[in-house]
């Protein structure tokens, strides 16, 4: 009986035994499965990974995710060089594990906004460095840099107030290459927010940034200062040369009040057919508003390719009516002079502008009317708005002895022009200047040469009062665009400033324009002879 009971109790101890050594080795192996999995999971993230973006945690795993240091801004030097900004550090974008276990998350795409390499930027720089370069006239350069920040919010459609005070915010992943130029840094703000607040085309963007241009410009004070586009420029210098296409009037302009005035309808031209008078006044073109409008940009829009129509709002004072008269624009070859004998001995010679034509057409006809015994000479300057500066000074130099002082001309910083006259005078003999209000800028040079050395009798009404000269500057921003700027005040041989108070005539008179005779050239025969 012991040696039975004996046998069972080393039967249940081994299996007793092995019982636990199995328990033992399923939990160890359980244990082992349970830590390997959460090895798994724990794996797919490194320790000290950054990410472009933060990583949004899901319900299953909420783990913590570093973001790249933003990209600083950096200034230049120099407004016309371009510093590149450092490159961002490239890592690797982290894994994680989300209730869809193919989701991943994609890295910002970093971006730099250059503002040193903005061509509308870098032409708003250049145009103020023109400016402190030449520009002989006073001005307040941040009274111009504030009308151009409104005018661009203005002209695309917003709210002045609205955007004054607002700064954009760009976010870590943009770079913003700046101008050493609070001004310039500014405006590239303020388009940035017009872009994200209005939607304009390219087409809409580009006239806002021409018109920001001119604003720039024009609150400098200066009416006869102007920003032309590359199609204003070209329509300049077709005018200078003499032959455009377009209706054939002269137009000047009031620079207080911009009225602009037709001062000359040319024979056969198309504005003579239509019906166009000098004396009307511009108000529209084509339904346009040009009330306001600088001259140049008028002619622009006046003139036009061959065939095409254009239709001229005018008012005409002589009847009080308001008219509309449709042109046909055509190829208009500029006559600028005009002359006859008006007695045996008395020549006339008309000068309505100096262009590039003018000094030959003036030179043909000065020996044309010698040819035809003219001993004394009525040079009729009335209405002639002016032109270019080598003209009038070429045309000087028939009347002038050699070697006498014809123009001084001062720029900015002290820096003086002089010119002489370099070839003896075509004509020697009485003569008789005529002017009038809208006698200006060249034809007042003249006027002062002619009066300073008693060359001639001027006889009229008080010229316009123009004595600066302007001149043009490319902005060299491959645009073809062109600054028009006052260089300097220029002065009569004798020294006198007529800017701002024009030239006395010698001897008063005037034409009455209601009736057909021209009594001021009457005035002018009865005084020769």
């Known amino acids: 009986m012991e040696e039975k009971n004996g046998n069972k109790f080393w039967k249940g101890f081994l299996i007793g035994a092995l019982c636990f050594f199995v328990i033992g080795a399923l939990a160890v192996l359980g244990m082992t499965c349970f830590l390997e999995n959460i090895a798994e999971k724990r794996g797919s993230i490194g320790p000290g990974t950054e990410t472009t973006a933060p990583v949004s945690p899901t319900s299953q795993d909420k783990e913590e995710t570093s973001t790249a240091i933003a990209p600083v801004t950096i200034p230049t030097d120099k407004p016309g060089e371009t510093t590149a900004a450092p490159a961002p550090t490239e890592t690797p974008a982290a894994e994680t594990t989300t209730a869809d276990p193919s989701a991943q998350t994609t890295a910002a795409e970093p971006r730099t906004i250059d503002r040193v390499a903005d061509p509308f930027l870098r032409e708003l720089d250049d145009v103020a460095e023109i400016f402190d370069e030449v520009q002989v006239l006073p001005y307040d ?3 111009m840099q504030q009308a151009a920040l409104q005018k661009y919010v203005e002209l695309a459609g917003g709210d002045w107030e609205e955007y004054e005070n607002l700064k954009p915010n760009y976010g870590p992943e943009v770079t913003v290459i700046e101008w050493n130029d609070d001004f310039l840094n500014r405006m590239g703000e303020i388009r940035d927010l017009v872009d994200e607040r209005i939607s304009l085309t390219a087409e809409q963007k580009q006239q806002v940034e021409i018109e920001t241009l001119k604003a720039f410009v024009a609150a400098s004070g200066d ?13 300049t210098q077709q005018e200078s040369d003499g032959s455009y296409c377009g209706i054939g009037v002269q137009i000047m302009q009031d620079p207080e009040t911009m009225e602009s005035t037709v001062t000359r309808v040319f ?9 166009m008078l000098a004396g009307d006044i511009f108000k529209a073109v084509d339904g346009m508003d040009v009330t306001q409008m600088l001259l140049e940009q008028i002619v622009t829009y006046v003139r036009g390719h061959e065939g095409e129509p254009v239709t001229l709002t005018v008012y005409r004072p002589a ?5 509309e008269i449709t042109c046909v624009r055509r190829k208009v070859e500029v006559d600028t002079v005009a002359y006859e004998m008006l007695t045996d001995k008395i020549g006339y010679l008309q000068l309505t502008e100096f262009d590039n034509v003018t000094v030959r057409q003036a030179l043909d006809a000065l020996e044309n009317l010698k040819q035809d015994g ?9 209405g002639n708005p002016g032109g270019l500066l080598n003209s009038v000074l070429s045309i000087a130099d028939y009347f002038v002895d050699r070697g006498k002082l014809i123009f001084r001309m001062d720029y900015k910083g002290g820096e003086t022009y002089t010119e002489k006259a370099v070839e003896e005078p075509i004509f020697r003999g009485d003569m008789v200047v005529l002017v009038d209000g809208g006698s200006a800028s060249a034809a007042e040079v003249l006027t002062g ?15 316009f009062g123009k004595g600066i000269v302007q001149s043009y500057y490319d902005t060299d921003t491959g645009s073809g665009s062109i600054v028009k700027l006052t260089i300097a005040h220029y002065y009569s041989p ?9 030239i006395d005539p010698d001897i008063t008179g005037e034409d009455d324009v209601l009736t057909e005779e021209d009594e001021l050239l009457n005035q002018a025969i009865e005084y020769l002879r």
């Open 141 to 143: 350069l941040s009274t």
């Open 223 to 235: 009416l006869y200062s102007d920003y032309l586009t590359a199609e204003e420029w070209e329509s």
């Open 267 to 275: 024979n056969n031209s198309p504005a003579g057919e239509s019906g």
């Open 319 to 323: 009847t009080g009516d308001t008219l």
């Open 374 to 382: 003219m001993q004394k000479l009525i040079l009729d300057l009335r």
């Open 449 to 463: 040469i002619l009066q300073d050395y008693h060359l001639a009798t001027v006889m009229g009404t008080t010229t």
């Open 494 to 502: 004798l020294g006198r400033d007529f800017h701002g108070v024009g």
